[in-house]
């Protein structure tokens, strides 16, 4: 590849001479001009956008994974939450054959179940999402609904949930139109107050009435590149009915509420109809729309997400095992990144035990192991880098005095 310089020379596509150019490329019986270049990369890369290349992402019903190996898959990633792992599992078995139904004579049609899951902060909810990705072959798209609020005012609109799933799918809108998105911190946009005022409630129940079109299934207007939307500006034009919403958040405090429901202090004739024992240390495993309607969710957008599951709180031996089994756990993660530079980290057992109680201790849960082994472990990645060891082994001791010395110290929550 060199410019001609000595002989003239013709691009073989528009004419025009080396000297007409900035570059003249040669071939073995051909030249090419950059200009050329640059047109011919600007069609190939709208006929991609387009659609017309063949896509790649087409789904197979014989490569569709059923609800066991979907459940297989999360496993190995996250410990318990069976619950949680089956009900999502099942919906985006159904997301996916619901995409390839046919229909029949019998004008039968499958309606989409959107999910939502509750749980405590640090419970899996955002990484049972971003695990499930690897395995689909569908677009996905991760939300925070805390950015969102109503069309003009400060914040992200409704429709940049779905500018992301089309930069996900390469803005091909045929493959993100069966695309999957996960809501996080749905909670945080429910209704702040039933009583009237006279500010809007413009990132909590506008929210969710603009969410409304979306999760039901409509034709969008988005703006390609995110933003506010303009009248000069062009709009991609994505239709809703075949994506998969899948919702999560915290919604702490609502124990409360499904124990007023629930009335477990319930006394007479009614005391004796409820023979049931109740498990008031897990009250979210009662969790019921009737619940999230309370917290502040409007009806419309509860019906819209029918399937409904919880995420138990962590307990002791699910954090320690959180730490060494799954296979992208935090222990392993750390072992890799000293063995990168050709360090072989190894742990005493009793550190692990020991990082479980202080996660318990400052009520973090699983995302407390990350900060507190990184705590632990910062002074060594700072130094052995630079240094000629070959082996790191960390104690107990070395443990405590590097988490004592830092500001986990002094961050103990409140009994």
Not at 148 to 169: C, F, K, M, N
Not at 220 to 228: A, E, H
Request: net charge neutral.
């Amino acid at each position: 590849m060199a410019k001609k310089e000595n002989n003239l020379g013709f691009c073989s596509f528009c004419g025009r001479s080396d000297k007409e150019v900035n570059m003249l490329i040669s071939g073995l019986s051909a030249d090419i001009c950059d200009s050329c270049i640059e047109q011919a990369y600007q069609i190939i890369k709208d006929t991609v956008r387009s659609g017309k290349k063949a896509d790649n992402n087409s789904l197979d019903k014989s490569k569709l994974p059923d609800p066991e190996h979907i459940k297989k898959y999360l496993d190995e990633y996250i410990i318990g939450q069976d619950s949680a792992k089956r009900y999502l599992s099942v919906a985006v078995y159904n997301h996916y054959k619901r995409i390839m139904q046919d229909i029949d004579d019998d004008g039968i049609e499958i309606e989409k179940s959107n999910i939502i899951m509750v749980g405590p902060t640090g419970t899996g909810k955002t990484l049972m999402a971003r695990t499930i990705a690897k395995l689909l072959h569908v677009p996905f798209a991760i939300v925070d609904a805390t950015v969102l609020t109503e069309a003009g005012y400060v914040g992200e609109d409704i429709e940049s949930i779905l500018t992301r799933l089309l930069q996900a799918s390469d803005y091909n809108v045929a493959s993100a139109e069966r695309g999957i998105v996960f809501i996080d911190e749905i909670d945080k946009i429910a209704r702040k107050s039933d009583n009237p005022s006279i500010t809007r409630d413009v990132s909590g129940e506008g929210v969710q009435q603009g969410l409304l079109k979306l999760l039901e299934g409509s034709i969008v207007n988005v703006p390609p590149q995110g933003g506010r939307k303009h009248p000069d500006q062009k709009m991609i034009a994505v239709d809703t009915k075949n994506i998969l919403f899948i919702c999560g958040g915290a919604f702490d405090g609502i124990e409360r509420k499904i124990a007023q429901r629930m009335n477990t202090h319930v006394v007479g004739y009614a005391s004796a109809k409820n023979n049931t024992p109740i498990d008031r240390e897990n009250l979210l495993q009662y969790i019921s729309p009737q619940d999230l309607k309370s917290f502040g969710l409007i009806p419309e957008i509860i019906g819209r997400l029918p399937i409904l599951t919880h995420l138990e709180a962590l307990d002791r031996n699910a954090l320690r095992r959180i730490l060494t089994e799954p296979k992208n756990s935090i222990i392993k993660q750390y072992i890799k990144l000293f063995k990168m530079d050709g360090v072989d980290l190894t742990f005493d057992e009793d550190v692990y035990e020991f990082v479980v109680d202080k996660a318990i201790e400052y009520k973090l849960g699983a995302r407390g192991l990350r900060s507190i082994v990184e705590t632990i472990m910062m002074d060594a990645m700072f130094t052995i880098p630079s240094s000629k060891k070959t082996q790191l082994h960390i104690t107990h001791q070395y443990a405590a005095e590097q988490l004592d010395n830092s500001h986990f110290s002094k961050t103990k929550m409140p009994c």
